[in-house]
């Protein structure tokens, strides 16, 4: 049984000030859904504020990126060390990050490995972009993001990882794949190369989410879905409302 998962990328959304208030608004809310993992992954300039802010609640805490080295002259980056001092989650690898910030499947298995050094959860996000999409190469790609990205991980690590399905093509379009395109790809494609790198057991273990225009209209449904098991959640996870209600229709699939 996988505990469903939902977390928040805020993106380069919220000043400290107002993330301080989204996080207030969405406390009272969050902590009464105990039955999943949810997680929010603000801007790195708000995690020592939203980490005071939760201290105490089993609300987790993500940052968007990292570099995979420990310290050094890397202008602008942030090492493993620093986000674990507030986190306990890192999403890797997003497409926002591999379109606009060159990241290779390369960087992203050198990153997951970092992660995992300093006992940090990688939330690795793979998928394909329309024109691979229509060119019918969706399968081949998700499954090299995942065959190199997760490249030589121990098992034991493995298990831990949280996966993110989104085809780039669904992101902040409002168009989403339907929850029985995205079980498809998720099970087959995602956790048919989990599979083949680490066994079937391992594979069965580990939580893939959906991500792309997930809303509150639309969660329950994608939710619903035997493969996946919650959502990484863009636009409306800066409404606390909304992201609310998407981890409620999340702890939904457990009644
Ligand atoms: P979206 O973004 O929910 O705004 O489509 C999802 C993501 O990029 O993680």
């Known amino acids: 049984m996988r505990k469903p998962f939902v977390a928040g990328n805020w993106k380069m959304n919220k000043t400290v ?35 005071q802010m939760i201290a105490g ?13 420990d310290s050094g002259a890397y202008t602008g980056e942030t090492a493993p060390a620093m986000v674990k ?14 379109g606009y910030f060159g990241e290779t499947d390369e960087t992203v298995n050198k990153k997951v490995k970092a992660a995992f050094a300093v006992g940090l959860t990688p939330i690795v996000c793979v998928g394909e972009t ?35 399905y989104e085809p780039i093509w669904a992101i902040g379009t409002g168009k989403t794949a339907s929850a029985e395109q995205a079980e498809e790809i998720i099970a087959k494609i995602v956790r048919g190369s989990l599979a083949e790198s680490f066994g079937a057991e391992v594979a069965d273990t580990i939580r893939i989410l959906y991500g792309g225009s997930v809303k509150g209209s639309n ?3 994608i939710f619903s879905m035997p493969n996946i ?15 609310i209600k ?10």
Request: hydrophobic share 45%.
């Open 17 to 51: 000030e107002q993330a301080s208030l989204l996080v207030a608004d969405l406390l009272p809310g969050l902590q009464t859904i105990e039955k999943i993992d949810r997680v929010l992954c603000p801007p790195f300039p708000s995690l020592m504020v939203i980490s």
């Open 85 to 98: 001092e507030f986190c306990e989650y890192v999403i890797i690898g997003h497409s926002e990050r591999r």
């Open 130 to 164: 329309l024109e691979e999409n229509e060119a019918g190469k969706t399968a081949a790609i998700v499954k090299r993001e995942v065959l190199e990205g997760l490249k030589e991980l121990a098992s034991s690590d493995a298990q831990k990882l949280v996966i993110a």
């Open 246 to 255: 998407i981890c409620q229709a999340a702890e939904g699939t457990l009644e």
């Open 219 to 221: 969660a329950a449904e």
């Open 57 to 69: 609640t089993a609300i987790g805490l993500g940052a968007q990126n990292m570099h995979w080295e």
């Open 229 to 243: 098991d919650g959502g990484l959640i863009g636009g409306a996870s800066l409404k606390a409302d909304d992201f």
